[in-house]
T-cell receptor
Framework: AQSVTQPDIHITVSEGASLELRCNYS??????LFWYVQSPGQGLQLLLK??????LVQGIKGFEAEFKRSQSSFNLRKPSVHWSDAAEYFC????????????FGTGTRLTIIP | KAGVTQTPRYLIKTRGQQVTLSCSPI?????VSWYQQTPGQGLQFLFE???????NKGNFPGRFSGRQFSNSRSEMNVSTLELGDSALYLC???????????????FGPGTRLTVL
């Protein structure tokens, strides 16, 4: 069965500092990988996704993620965070065939300090 | 184009009651999925509907049910509510015809259900 681990429950970063959110997945084949962001009182918004090809994926709002098969990881990065990036971030994995649905990690809450 | 809308946004019920939540997908989207989000269990897939048919189902008891109408609007129903059903219920719509995860899901803001 597929699974996702986000080892960091809560991360605090200073505004302007770089950010890396960790995501490890378990899946028997090459999965589809996603990062979503959820602001308070809002639904989830897709930041980026990886299906195949270039392992460095660019997303919206200046985010990027790198797929590392050898480490079963798909970490999210941003070179310089803004106060508006404070939110909860979810990594998700899904199969690249069939109609199975996404499995989400438990999320990482990001706090930005001035 | 309007996003996914969910009604109501907040709901308070008591144990044993039943509840119906509504979701209107993005115009043209035919797939609607429902998720339950709780602090303890995170985001869990409930079920997915496509063209009025349930195409996929998560691991939830039969008290959780849903349906989809011909205009793609969807409802989910929870009967005999339990305290543990308190959660944020998210609806997501997608245009993907085969139901795979390859297409982006667009999420609504959710309905916050509190069971007392």
């Amino acid at each position: 069965a597929q699974s996702v681990t986000q080892p960091d429950i809560h991360i605090t970063v200073s505004e302007g500092a770089s950010l890396e959110l960790r995501c490890n997945y378990s899946y028997g084949a090459t999965p589809y990988l996603f990062w979503y962001v959820q602001s308070p009182g809002q639904g989830l918004q897709l930041l980026l996704k990886y299906f195949s090809g270039d392992t460095l994926v660019q997303g919206i709002k200046g985010f990027e993620a790198e797929f590392k098969r050898s480490q079963s990881s798909f970490n999210l990065r941003k070179p310089s965070v803004h106060w508006s990036d404070a939110a909860e971030y979810f990594c998700a994995v899904g199969p690249n065939f069939g109609n199975e649905k996404l499995t989400f990690g438990t999320g990482t809450r990001l706090t930005i300090i001035p | 184009k309007a996003g996914v809308t969910q009604t109501p946004r907040y709901l308070i019920k008591t144990r044993g009651q039943q509840v119906t939540l509504s979701c209107s997908p993005i115009s043209g989207h035919r797939s609607v999925s429902w998720y339950q989000q709780t602090p303890g269990q995170g985001l869990q897939f409930l079920f997915e509907y496509f063209s009025e048919t349930q195409r996929n189902k998560g691991n939830f008891p039969g008290r959780f049910s849903g349906r989809q109408f011909s205009n793609s609007r969807s409802e989910m129903n929870v009967s005999t509510l339990e305290l543990g059903d308190s959660a944020l219920y998210l609806c997501a719509s997608s245009s993907h015809p085969t139901g795979g995860v390859g297409d982006e899901q667009f999420f609504g803001p959710g309905t916050r259900l509190t069971v007392l």
